[in-house]
Each structure stands twice: as C-alpha cells, then as structure tokens.
C-alpha cells in the first residue's frame, strides 16, 4: 500500500529564504506524486505534478520539486520565498492513472517571516 | 469555466440529524471523491466514484453513504451526525492524467 510522509508540521523561513518542504512516499509500483497548496480558507490548489516524465518538475508560483526514486522522496523547493508564499502544502500519491485513489500525507504550515 | 460545487459551505447540526453535502462538476468527469480534513491527518478519502451507478469506500467511510445517480452530481450523506464528524469536507473530482479539480470546502460541526 502507498503511503506519504511530510516531515515537519511546520516551517518558518524568512522573506527571500529557500524553501523546502519535505516528502516521502511509500509505494510498489511507480507512483504519481503531486503538491499542493491550500491558502487560508480556501480549497487545494495543485502546485505541479510528476507522472514518470522528467524527475524535475516546474509547477506554479516558482516551486519545483524533484523525484529521487532511490530516496523515495519529492521534496518541494523554492528558491525565494515571498510572504504570499504563507500556506498549508500537502503531498500526495497515487498508483493509479484515473486518480480515483489519492493519499494525501499530514501537511506542511508554511510561515514567511519579514 | 471548470467547476466543483459543494454546498453548504458552513453548517452547524445537531447530533443525528441527518444531512446532506451536495456536489457538482461541470466537466462531464467519471470520477468524483469525497475526503474530509482534520488538523494533522490531511485529507482522507471517504467515498469515490468511478461513475454512475458505481461508488466504493475509501479510507474513512463509517458514518458516510454517497449515491450517483447522475454523472455532475455525487452527494456526501450523514445520515445520523456525530461530534467526530465535525470537520472540513471537500469534493474532488479528477481527470485521467490525475489533475483534481476540488470545490471550495464545506465546513461542519455536529454538536
């Protein structure tokens, strides 16, 4: 069964900072993994997505992430971070191409500091 | 403009008082999903359906029935609420290709 871990409930870096987020997976079969972002009060926003295409993947606002098959992670990077950086990232994964069956970890509170 | 609609968006209820979470897309999906959020457990599937006709439990069905009768709409059912229930529900609805398009959230506490 496919899992996902996202390690740090929280993290707080500074305007201008890199940021990064961390994520691994458990799976037994290539998974496809996606982030994504929830601003306060709002829904999840897909951030970007990797389905076995190039291991780096660019998605929107500035974040890219990187698929490590030997470190069965996907951590999440951005080089700058901006105040409107300020929210809630969640991994996930699936096995299955209809995405009908999606496992989303715990959450990453994302805090920018002035 | 590609859609999820959940309503009601906030609900207060009583303990066993049935309710009904509506949902619709407006992207003639197959596939739509129900998943509930708690602070530190993240999103958890509750039903899903891969059409008409044809739904299955997820990872947190107890307390939940859905039906799809017709191919926009997939509603979440608390037949009788209970305080555990509270939380913030979301509908998804994902293409093949795996984007999943979310409504906004509905937020409910039972009490």
């Known amino acids: 069964a496919q899992s996902v871990t996202q390690l740090g409930s929280h993290v707080s870096v500074s305007e201008g900072a890199l940021v990064l987020l961390r994520c691994n997976y458990s799976s037994s079969v290539p998974p496809y993994l996606f982030w994504y972002v929830q601003y306060p009060n709002q829904g999840l926003q897909l951030l970007l997505k990797?389905?076995?295409?190039?291991?780096l993947v660019k998605g929107i606002n500035g974040f890219e992430a990187e698929f490590k098959k030997s470190e069965t992670s996907f951590h999440l990077t951005k080089p700058s971070a901006h105040m409107s950086d300020a929210a809630e990232y969640f991994c996930?994964?699936?096995?299955?191409?209809?995405?009908?069956?999606?496992?989303f970890g715990s959450g990453t509170r994302l805090s920018i500091r002035p | 403009e590609a859609q999820v609609t959940q309503n009601p968006r906030y609900l207060i209820t009583v303990t066993g008082k049935k309710l009904t979470v509506t949902c619709s897309q407006n992207?003639?999906?197959?596939?739509m999903s129900w998943y509930r959020q708690d602070p530190g457990l993240g999103l958890r599937q509750i039903y899903y359906s891969m059409n008409v006709e044809v739904t299955d439990k997820g990872d947190v069905p107890e307390g939940y029935k859905v039906s799809r009768k017709e191919k926009r709409n997939f509603p979440l059912i608390l037949e009788s609420p209970s305080p555990n229930q509270t939380s913030l529900y979301f509908c998804?609805?994902?293409?093949?290709?795996?984007?999943?398009?979310f409504g906004e959230g509905s937020w409910l506490t039972v009490v």
């Open positions: 998804a609805s994902p293409l093949p290709g795996n984007t999943i398009y």
């Open positions: 992207m003639n999906h197959e596939y």
């Open positions: 996930a994964v699936s096995v299955s191409s209809s995405a009908s069956k999606i496992i």
């Open positions: 990797y389905t076995s295409a190039a291991t």
